[in-house]
């Protein structure tokens, strides 16, 4: 069975950090490119970020700068880090693989003000 499970979602102030873990099982993931989502209550599910699996990052003009993504490809592992975190960066995280054909449960961030 082919898994994402995301963890680190937690409640933190406005200015501080975050790391996001994205564990993969049941498939060799360092052959996809993997990515970052969110989704805010009452919003649409947004791309944030994505690591392709050559190693290329990309980042949305919203979070670049503050986030970085990266892989631990022997371990399958897509982390975020997250700093200076703001209140609009409140939202569900998930993570994805493959164009993305796989996707995590989703972890919560909570930013507040």
């Known amino acids: 069975e082919v898994q994402l499970v995301e963890s680190g979602g937690d409640l933190v102030q406005s200015g501080g950090s975050l790391k996001l873990s994205c564990v993969g099982s049941?498939?060799?993931?360092?052959?996809?490119?993997m990515s970052w989502y969110r989704q805010a209550p009452g919003k649409e599910r947004e791309w944030v970020s994505d690591?392709?699996?050559?190693?290329?990052?990309n980042y949305a003009a919203s979070v670049m700068g503050r986030f970085t993504i990266s892989r631990d490809y022997d371990k399958n592992i897509l982390y975020l880090q997250m700093n200076n975190l703001k209140t609009e960066d409140t939202a569900m995280y998930y993570c994805?693989?493959?164009?993305?054909?796989?996707w995590g449960q989703g972890t919560q961030v909570t930013v507040s003000a």
């Open positions: 049941g498939y060799a993931f360092s052959r996809c490119g």
């Open positions: 994805a693989a493959c164009s993305p054909k796989y």
């Open positions: 690591q392709s699996k050559t190693g290329s990052t």
